[in-house]
């Protein structure tokens, strides 16, 4: 947390002091800085003084042009030096939450220093939209540039991508052009990307889209999937089942976590209750939907090489190779030995 040197209850009040009492009051219920620390709509201050919302919204515009131009707003210039400067060390642009967080979890003083950027006229601020989150700057030019770089990102990664953090923040740093070195830190680029609602950090602080089953958890099988993908081969369910408790803190039954692995197409089984994933290369199916897979990718093939090469799709034994090829529905043996389909 930030430690800054005024006090920001007294700075509100030495600068709204220079308004008339209902003016005042209207500032301090929409900016939550009275007795009640929640910030009231214009229509619910409208309801209390019986006027239109229209009516409110035009006494805190003139409430708020009044102290800009007031003796108070210039004698208060230290305050809002200060925050520029916070604003800068914190990477020149940052959302609204990081901002506030930085100077105090303390509500009441959450609100009195977000009362303060909004009056101050160097600060800037943009709106959430489906992009990004409630955000300030100073340097329009630079907050552009960090825009366009996450857009870079997102464009980038595909819904099943999941990226480190030291890749993602080189890539970002990559995309990134013409911008002072001071910023080119990894807890500043952290913090920019934080700005994105289209991208965000899983639990093992791996990165992707924000909408990825990968990122948002939603179910025990998203747990799964990064339990199998972090161990990096195949995993019993009743393992999967302990790791996600484990990993995560999340009760997961061993039955439920079966039967959630069978009905996800990323997942393969791949021997007695043994999981994988798909994209490691493994396909779906029983023993003999193995084999003619092979046999229609590498044609004949002898029993030995059908062997080796379902070994790596399955954890079976040898002989259930065998079994499955003395279908003679399915497979025909030549003279020479060797296996094809039975066209």
Same mark, same amino acid.
Not at 104 to 128: C, M, Y
């Given at each position: 947390? @930030?430690?800054?040197?005024?006090?920001?209850?007294?700075? #509100?009040?030495?600068?709204?002091?220079?308004?008339?009492?209902?003016?005042?009051?209207?500032?301090?219920?929409?900016? %939550?800085?009275?007795?009640?620390?929640?910030?009231? #709509?214009?229509?619910?201050? =409208?309801?209390?003084?019986?006027?239109?919302?229209?009516?409110?919204?035009?006494?805190?515009?003139?409430?708020?042009?009044?102290? /800009?131009?007031?003796?108070?707003?210039?004698? &208060?210039?230290?305050?809002?030096?200060?925050?520029?400067?916070?604003?800068?060390?914190?990477? %020149?642009? !940052?959302?609204?939450?990081?901002?506030?967080?930085?100077?105090?979890?303390?509500?009441?003083?959450?609100?009195?220093?977000?009362?303060?950027?909004?009056?101050?006229?160097?600060?800037?601020?943009?709106? &959430?939209?489906?992009?990004?989150?409630?955000?300030?700057? *100073?340097?329009?030019?630079?907050?552009?540039?960090?825009?366009?770089?996450?857009?870079?990102?997102?464009?980038?990664?595909?819904?099943?991508?999941? *990226?480190?953090?030291?890749?993602?923040?080189?890539?970002?740093?990559?995309?990134?052009?013409?911008?002072?070195?001071? +910023?080119?830190?990894?807890?500043?680029?952290?913090?920019?990307?934080?700005?994105?609602?289209?991208?965000?950090?899983?639990? /093992?602080?791996?990165?992707?889209?924000?909408?990825?089953?990968?990122?948002?958890?939603?179910?025990?099988?998203?747990?799964? +999937?990064?339990?199998?993908?972090?161990?990096?081969?195949?995993?019993?369910?009743?393992?999967?089942?302990?790791?996600?408790?484990?990993?995560?803190?999340? &009760?997961?039954?061993?039955?439920?976590?079966?039967?959630? /692995?069978?009905?996800?197409?990323?997942?393969?089984?791949?021997?007695?209750?043994?999981?994988?994933?798909?994209?490691? =290369? +493994?396909?779906? %199916?029983? *023993?003999?939907?193995?084999? !003619?897979?092979?046999?229609?990718?590498?044609?004949?093939? @002898?029993?030995?090489?059908?062997?080796?090469?379902?070994?790596?799709?399955?954890?079976?034994?040898?002989?259930?190779?065998? *079994?499955?090829?003395?279908?003679?529905?399915?497979?025909?043996?030549?003279?020479?030995?060797?296996?094809?389909?039975?066209?």
């Amino acid at each position: 947390m @930030t430690i800054i040197t005024f006090k920001p209850k007294q700075a #509100t009040k030495h600068l709204t002091s220079v308004l008339p009492e209902r003016a005042r009051s209207v500032l301090e219920s929409r900016f %939550g800085l009275g007795r009640n620390k929640d910030r009231l #709509t214009l229509e619910a201050i =409208g309801a209390i003084y019986g006027i239109t919302r229209e009516r409110v919204r035009q006494i805190e515009n003139h409430a708020l042009n009044a102290i /800009l131009k007031s003796d108070a707003y210039s004698k &208060e210039s230290h305050v809002f030096d200060e925050l520029e400067e916070l604003i800068d060390s914190l990477g %020149g642009i !940052v959302s609204e939450e990081d901002l506030l967080s930085a100077v105090s979890s303390n509500p009441e003083t959450r609100n009195h220093i977000h009362f303060i950027l909004v009056l101050g006229d160097s600060f800037k601020k943009e709106k &959430e939209d489906f992009e990004f989150k409630h955000r300030w700057f *100073v340097d329009r030019i630079l907050a552009e540039k960090v825009h366009d770089s996450i857009r870079k990102i997102y464009k980038d990664l595909s819904d099943s991508d999941l *990226v480190s953090e030291q890749d993602i923040v080189s890539s970002f740093l990559g995309h990134l052009q013409d911008v002072s070195e001071k +910023y080119k830190k990894d807890e500043i680029v952290r913090r920019w990307l934080s700005l994105s609602k289209q991208i965000a950090k899983n639990p /093992l602080g791996e990165w992707g889209l924000s909408s990825s089953p990968n990122v948002c958890l939603k179910g025990m099988k998203d747990y799964a +999937y990064l339990v199998i993908r972090q161990h990096g081969s195949p995993l019993h369910f009743s393992e999967v089942a302990k790791k996600i408790k484990k990993m995560f803190g999340k &009760e997961a039954h061993i039955a439920t976590c079966h039967n959630e /692995l069978i009905k996800d197409s990323r997942f393969v089984l791949v021997g007695r209750g043994l999981y994988a994933l798909k994209e490691w =290369g +493994y396909s779906a %199916g029983v *023993v003999k939907d193995v084999i !003619v897979d092979i046999l229609e990718k590498h044609g004949s093939l @002898t029993k030995d090489e059908i062997i080796e090469l379902v070994l790596k799709e399955r954890y079976v034994k040898p002989n259930t190779v065998v *079994v499955n090829l003395q279908d003679n529905n399915t497979f025909k043996k030549d003279k020479k030995g060797r296996y094809s389909l039975n066209q």
